[in-house]
């Protein structure tokens, strides 16, 4: 059965929040870092049930310096078994945390550096099939070095890079990194970039 076209094209392109009722909630899995829950809700006629990947939510941080590079770290994520390039990042894990907050936190635990400008870059939804999780990325100007802050696990061996935007979104067109946070924030900062 095809879908509905939406040939009006009425409105800006914008998601649409849906709510259903949820009859049936459950965490099935719990996890170390998150948790498995399923669900059984009514969905036009019927009933569907999902399980999916319950998430707190993140950030990520495009810090640029003043040659207009950004930063990007490399290290060992074991679903994939790679040491992907990706951005500093972290969990939203603290009660009332504000995302602006947990950027500042992130980009100096992970990157040893403070920025004095800091500006919405874009909000993704990682993987919405399977996952509530959402990201904000910041991008973060005016950069100076802080403490070095001791790390352990995967942090432990974290590699940081500098590189020219446009060499960034090079690799990300050859599919040469793969993160999907990286790859939404570097497109989005060179369409930013090219419509200033």
């Known amino acids: 059965m095809p879908g509905t076209i939406d040939s009006a094209g009425a409105g800006e392109l914008r998601d649409e929040a849906h709510s259903v009722e949820v009859l049936d909630s ?3 899995f719990p996890g170390r870092v998150w ?7 009514g969905y036009g006629e019927g009933e569907i049930v999902r399980e999916f990947m319950e998430h707190p939510g993140a950030v990520a941080v495009l810090a640029v310096d003043d040659e207009e590079r950004v930063l ?15 951005l ?3 969990l939203l894990d603290v009660e009332g945390e504000d995302p602006i907050e947990a950027a500042r936190r992130e980009l100096a635990e992970e990157a040893d550096l403070a920025a004095a400008h800091w500006e919405p870059l874009i909000t993704v939804h990682t993987s919405p099939g399977g996952s509530d999780e959402v990201i904000h990325v910041f991008r973060a100007t005016g950069l100076s070095a802080t403490e070095t802050f001791a790390r352990d696990a995967e942090e432990a061996d974290i590699v940081l890079r500098w590189v020219a935007l446009d060499e960034a979104v090079d690799a990300v067109l050859d599919s040469r990194v793969r993160n999907g946070v990286l790859v939404a924030a570097v497109l989005a900062a060179h369409a930013r970039r090219d419509r200033a």
């Not at 948790?35 to 809700?41: A, S």
């Not at 990007?72 to 990706?86: A, G, K, L, N, S």
Request: charged share 35%; no cysteine; net charge neutral.
């Open 88 to 90: 500093p990042a972290g």
């Open 72 to 86: 990007v770290i490399q290290q060992y994520r074991h679903p994939i078994q790679t040491r992907d390039w990706e």
């Open 26 to 28: 459950e965490v099935v």
């Open 35 to 41: 948790d498995i829950r399923r669900e059984r809700f």
